[in-house]
């Protein structure tokens, strides 16, 4: 589930609240091109306010149009899930703004107390995986737990969808560096975490939306017990720090844990984590150090971009040629000076 989605279901739980009538809109399945993957939400108050998305803007001024025109009724005749798709026919791909082609299936819900959203929004943010189950003959869901990740279901009389907490990002260190690299990641959807005991830099800390604490790194590291959906950065090049908190985050389920540095100074770090502490190879080979993407980056903005340039990579799967990490791309281009010298 992207950040984004769990803001359209807030937005649902913070209308209904003011018992304003909401339909929730997800998409099922693509064909070919579309801006949106399945499992996109986007929600319309009964007034045309929206939250989230489906597709690139097109199908969204269209079901906004019907909302206000006729109410929600025009979507979920009966005040029952209905199902919509878009694209099928070339014009209509193009009146949409569908690219190449492309085709694009939603469930759209008309929601209410059957929907418990209030009790998703929670179990989500308890970082739950939750499978959210409706009959689409009655509108009625049913909640329970699931693995993240698993595409959308639509089947005649029940439409499944599996929904899962924001990625977490763990910062070691509040320095200039780190309020660079929590900036972004904020702009991201990242549910940020930022920790240093050193009060002289947490003293002039003020990152909206970055939670900070002063408890020791090892100390948060093991507390959160780190799943798929976390990544963990050390910033603060000191081991009394950084070390310990690494250690238990190469043990945990991370999907990405790094540490800035030199090269000089990973490989001191790689080798004190191997010769004191029982981590295995396999667990040493997942620290990214020195953390990032080369991009020539000298400032701290752009040590911070390369750095969430790798972590999103690794979140998003994609599998970057070993050459464009910060240290095989410098070992690369000391080589080549020195071959140039020669």
């Excluded at 579309?34 to 199908?59: H, K, L, T």
Aim: charged share 25%.
């Amino acid at each position: 589930m992207h950040a984004a989605d769990l803001n359209v279901l807030l937005a649902c739980r913070d209308w209904m609240a003011l018992d304003r009538k909401v339909v929730l809109l997800t998409v099922v399945r693509t064909w070919g091109s579309s801006p949106r993957p399945p499992g996109a939400m986007m929600a319309i108050r009964e007034d045309g306010v929206v939250s989230g998305s489906v597709s690139g803007g097109c199908i969204e001024d269209d079901l906004i149009d019907k909302v206000r025109s006729q109410g929600i009724a025009a979507l979920c005749p009966g005040d029952r899930p209905a199902v919509a798709t878009y694209g099928v026919k070339a014009e209509d791909a193009h009146r949409f703004g569908l690219p190449c082609g492309g085709t694009l299936q939603l469930v759209m819900e008309p929601l209410a107390a059957r929907s418990r959203v209030d009790e998703l929004v929670a179990r989500l943010e308890q970082r739950d995986s939750i499978c959210r189950a409706v009959d689409m003959r009655s509108g009625d869901v049913t909640l329970g737990a699931a693995p993240a990740d698993a595409e959308p279901q639509l089947q005649e009389d029940r439409f499944s969808c599996v929904l899962g907490p924001r990625h977490r990002l763990i910062v070691i260190g509040a320095g200039q560096l780190s309020r660079y690299l929590c900036e972004i990641a904020v702009g991201l959807n990242f549910d940020v975490t930022v920790c240093d005991p050193r009060e002289e830099y947490r003293a002039q800390w003020n990152v909206p939306g970055v939670r900070i604490t002063h408890d020791m790194p090892d100390d948060v590291v093991l507390a959160a017990k780190p799943d798929a959906r976390t990544a963990i950065v050390a910033l603060t090049h000191d081991p009394k720090l950084d070390d310990m908190a690494l250690i238990y985050a190469l043990q945990s389920e991370a999907f990405y844990v790094g540490a800035l540095g030199s090269r000089v100074n990973n490989a001191k770090r790689v080798e004190r984590l191997r010769e004191h502490f029982d981590l295995t190879e396999a667990q040493l080979s997942r620290l990214h150090g020195p953390a990032g993407l080369y991009i020539g980056s000298r400032t701290p903005p752009e040590i911070a971009l390369s750095i969430l340039a790798e972590i999103v990579a690794q979140k998003n799967g994609v599998a970057l040629p070993g050459e464009v990490a910060v240290g095989t791309a410098k070992n690369a281009l000391a080589r080549e000076a020195g071959g140039r010298a020669a």
